[in-house]
């Protein structure tokens, strides 16, 4: 993984970046926590520009951001929830999942935003009740931006500043890696065999009551 990622970034340079970062919070198969540091490594070699990495970091991490805010802007709370419900699988994102960053939203209204993008998975889920919530696009991307700038910076500079040992680095980081992926898959997996849908439940449920 590590070889993957430092191979990718090194050809496709800035844009690479930008498209992994987006990617990542659009729906994460690599995580920034992956991204960034790998990018720091390239950054030391003197392959890309610090200044440049972070600033294509920050700008996917909040492009990535935007689909969740304007599909939540646009379906509404209850037309969303309904959406989770039927693709919570393909989507990663449940009905319950909603409840819970949009009741986060309403008692934290923009620090939610700005420290959300700091915590990895509520990085992408703070954008579904910023866009429920009709914060505007200006604040949204105003602390989206700070946010995603602190986070991103943080995992480029720890990636900058391991440069001399990571060959060491990368001894962990690859194992650690493909075990996540592994688990990863194995979740989505169990998901699909044992998934059942909501209505399925509800019908028997009614046909229980009936009867």
């Not at 498209?19 to 790998?38: D, K, Q, R, V, Y």
């Not at 920050?58 to 805010?69: D, E, K, M, R």
């Not at 703070?126 to 986070?151: D, E, H, K, T």
Request: aromatic share 12%; proline share 5%; with cysteine.
């Amino acid at each position: 993984m590590f070889e993957f990622i430092t191979n990718f970034l090194e050809k496709s340079g800035y844009l690479g970046v930008f498209a992994l970062m987006a990617l990542e919070n659009i729906f994460p198969p690599i995580p920034s926590e992956m991204i960034m540091p790998f990018a720091g490594f390239v950054v030391a070699r003197g392959d890309l520009n610090l200044v440049g990495v972070l600033l294509a970091g920050t700008a996917g991490s909040v492009a990535g951001a935007l689909p969740w805010y304007y599909a939540a802007r646009y379906y509404g709370c209850e037309r969303l929830k309904r959406l989770a419900g039927k693709h919570a699988r393909w989507l990663t994102v449940t009905p319950d999942d909603i409840d819970t960053a949009l009741e986060t939203f309403r008692k934290h209204g923009k620090k939610a935003v700005l420290f959300g993008r700091l915590i990895p998975a509520v990085r992408t889920l703070i954008s579904v009740p910023a866009g429920l919530g009709n914060m505007s696009l200006g604040q949204f991307l105003l602390y989206s931006s700070i946010g995603s700038l602190v986070w991103t910076g943080l995992l480029l500079a720890a990636g900058f500043l391991l440069e001399d040992k990571y060959q060491e680095v990368a001894k962990y980081v690859d194992p650690v890696s493909k075990t996540v992926l592994g688990a990863m898959l194995a979740w989505y997996l169990y998901r699909v065999i044992t998934w059942r849908k909501p209505e399925k439940a509800d019908s028997r449920k009614k046909e229980h009551e009936a009867g």
